[in-house]
C-alpha cells in the first residue's frame, strides 16, 4: 500500500486513535516497552521508536516506513493480558491464520535470502549482524544460525544450509510458538519481510 494513499492515512490514523486511547502502564512488562508520561518507547531491531503526541518516530525523529508502522501499531494493539505461554520454536506455516500467508512467506521472504545469498555464508552472517542477529544460546547443525530480537516478546530464528552437491541453499525464519499472541499472521508476515529485505540491502 502507498503511504501517500488515502488508505494508507486512514489506516494509520486509526491505528494511532486506538493507540491514544490506551493507558499502556499496566502493559509494559508484558510488551516490553518503556512508558513515561505521555511517551511510549519501543525497542525496534535494538533501536528506540517512540509515540507521542499521536506519531510514531523512529531514532532520526522521522516517522518510519509504512511496513514498520504497521508492525509497531498491532504490537502495542494485540497486546495479550499476560506473558503467554509457548517459547518453544516453529515455522511460520504453523500459526492457525498464517494458511493464505504461507506462500507469500515462503517465496517472499525465506526463498529469497537462500537465493541472494546461496555461496556466500560469510555475507550472510556479516548481514545478520549488521541487523544485530547473535548466535542463538541452543544448538544447532546448520551452516548458520542466527537470532534476531525485532521486538522485545517477539524473538526470530533464521536457519541457513548453503547449497551442495544434491540440494539448494535452503532458509527458514522461526518464532517462538506464542508469537501470534502478540501480533496477527499478516504482521508477522511483514515483519519477515523487513528482515528480509534489510538482509539483502545491508549485503549489498
Known amino acids: 500500500m502507498s503511504e501517500t494513499s488515502p488508505a494508507f492515512k486512514e489506516t494509520y490514523r486509526e491505528y494511532l486513535s486506538q493507540i491514544a486511547g490506551i493507558n499502556f502502564k499496566p502493559l509494559a512488562k508484558i510488551l516490553g516497552i518503556t512508558v513515561e508520561q505521555d511517551e511510549i518507547t519501543i525497542p525496534f531491531f535494538g533501536k528506540p ?5 499521536n506519531r510514531i518516530t523512529g531514532p532520526s525523529g ?7 508502522c504497521v508492525v509497531l501499531c498491532r504490537y502495542l494493539l494485540l497486546c495479550p493480558d499476560a506473558v503467554p505461554p509457548g517459547d518453544d ?10 494458511g493464505p500467508l504461507t ?7 525465506e526463498r529469497p535470502v537462500a537465493e541472494h545469498f546461496a555461496g556466500r555464508v560469510t555475507a550472510l552472517e556479516n548481514a545478520c549482524k549488521a541487523l544485530g542477529g547473535v548466535t542463538p544460546d541452543i544448538e544447532l547443525t546448520y551452516d548458520l544460525s542466527m ?8 524473538p526470530v530464528l533464521l ?7 544434491e540440494f539448494s541453499a535452503h532458509c527458514s ?3 517462538q510458538r506464542r508469537a501470534d499472541k502478540y501480533l ?7 515483519l519477515g519481510d523487513i528482515i528480509t529485505d534489510s538482509l539483502i540491502k545491508k549485503a549489498i
Not at 103 to 109: I, K, L
Not at 159 to 165: E, G, K, S, V
Open 89 to 98: 520454536w516453529v515455522a511460520y506455516r504453523d500459526f492457525k491464520d498464517a
Open 173 to 175: 525464519l522461526l518464532f
Open 159 to 165: 536457519l541457513y544450509n548453503d547449497a551442495d552437491d
Open 103 to 109: 506462500v507469500f512467506f515462503a517465496n517472499s521472504v
Open 184 to 190: 496477527d499472521a499478516e504482521s508477522l508476515a511483514i
Open 49 to 53: 521508536h517512540r509515540f507521542a503526541e
Open 147 to 154: 537470532q534476531f530480537n525485532p521486538l522485545p516478546k517477539i
Open 62 to 68: 522521522r516517522p518510519p516506513a509504512f511496513a514498520q
